[in-house]
T-cell receptor
Framework: AQRVTQPEKLLSVFKGAPVELKCNYS??????LFWYVQYSRQRLQLLLR??SRESIKGFTADLNKGETSFHLKKPFAQEEDSAMYYC??????????FGTGTKLQVIP | DVKVTQSSRYLVKRTGEKVFLECVQD?????MFWYRQDPGLGLRLIYF???????EKGDIPEGYSVSREKKERFSLILESASTNQTSMYLC??????????????FGPGTRLTVL
């Protein structure tokens, strides 16, 4: 069965520190993975997807098929990065499984 | 700019009432989704529609039904609301350009409280 695991409910880091939000998945096929973000009082929106290999707002995520992981990273956290982050896995024709989310809190 | 709108931001209903949540998108997207968002549980798919009048059950369809009579509109219906359906409901839409999954565009959410 497809599953997305985000082990941390809350991650607190100081401004300027590196950030790593963990995401592990289980999927028998070729995975397609996403990170979505929800800032306070805003709607959920796409941050990045692995097939585009983009860096958005300084965030990157590399798909590691051996470790079945898709961790989200940023070298230097900023206060405006504080938000709820969801990892998501495509499970075939437009259906997506979301993780339980990690709240990132950047301490000034 | 894709716009997904939901009919209400906040809704309070009584147990046993029939509840309608409406979602409209203006980008001619093929696919529309209803999720509920609960703390610690993330987003869970209730129903999904890939075309007008076409629907597919998600992971938690019990107690819900949906209607898609027009491409731009997708309604979620709670036939007889119960307190365990108190939640944040998110609507999303996505184009149908790929087999796997396109980017989903979300509405602002409806916070439903069932008393």
């Amino acid at each position: 069965a497809q599953r997305v695991t985000q082990p941390e409910k809350l991650l607190s880091v100081f401004k300027g520190a590196p950030v790593e939000l963990k995401c592990n998945y289980s999927y028998s096929g070729s995975p397609e993975l996403f990170w979505y973000v929800q800032y306070s009082r805003q709607r959920l929106q796409l941050l990045l997807r692995h097939i585009s290999r983009e860096s958005i707002k300084g965030f990157t995520a590399d798909l590691n098929k051996g470790e079945t992981s898709f961790h989200l990273k940023k070298p230097f956290a900023q206060e405006e990065d504080s938000a709820m982050y969801y990892c998501a896995l495509s499970r075939g024709y437009q259906k997506v499984t979301f993780g339980t989310g990690t709240k990132l809190q950047v301490i000034p | 700019d894709v716009k997904v709108t939901q009919s209400s931001r906040y809704l309070v209903k009584r147990t046993g009432e029939k509840v309608f949540l409406e979602c409209v998108q203006d980008m001619d997207h093929e696919n529309m989704f209803w999720y509920r968002q609960d703390p610690g549980l993330g987003l869970r798919l209730i129903y999904f529609s890939y075309d007008v009048k076409m629907k597919e059950k998600g992971d938690i369809p019990e107690g819900y039904s949906v209607s898609r009579e027009k491409k731009e509109r997708f309604s979620l219906i709670l036939e007889s609301a119960s307190t365990n359906q108190t939640s944040m409901y998110l609507c999303a839409s996505a184009p149908g350009t790929t087999v796997q999954a396109d980017t989903q565009y979300f509405g602002p959410g409806t916070r439903l409280t069932v008393l």
